[in-house]
């Protein structure tokens, strides 16, 4: 048989730690990204964040064509070997 929840009230902590945190809504920095991000000026999500994601979206451009390219090969050479 289960145990009854009026049992396990006391293992239960109230979900009010970030009301005690951040009384008066987000903190200042989380607020100041979520402008950032959502703000409308035709850049995509993927590249406000500056040079850093540029760099990360042309590193990941960069594997993912190296990694097609090798698969492309290895079909190929194991498929000339009869």
Do not use: C, W
């Not at 406000?48 to 190296?66: P, Q, S």
């Amino acid at each position: 048989m289960p145990p009854k929840l009026s049992s396990l009230r006391h293992f239960i902590k109230p979900q009010s730690g970030f009301k005690r945190f951040y009384s008066n809504g987000l903190p200042e920095n989380l607020r100041r990204n979520y402008e950032k991000f959502q703000r409308e000026d035709g850049v995509p999500v993927y590249l406000k964040g500056g040079a850093t994601d540029r760099l990360l979206l042309g590193l990941t451009a960069v594997i993912l064509a190296v990694g097609f390219v090798e698969s492309v090969r290895s079909l190929l050479r194991l498929d000339r070997k009869k």
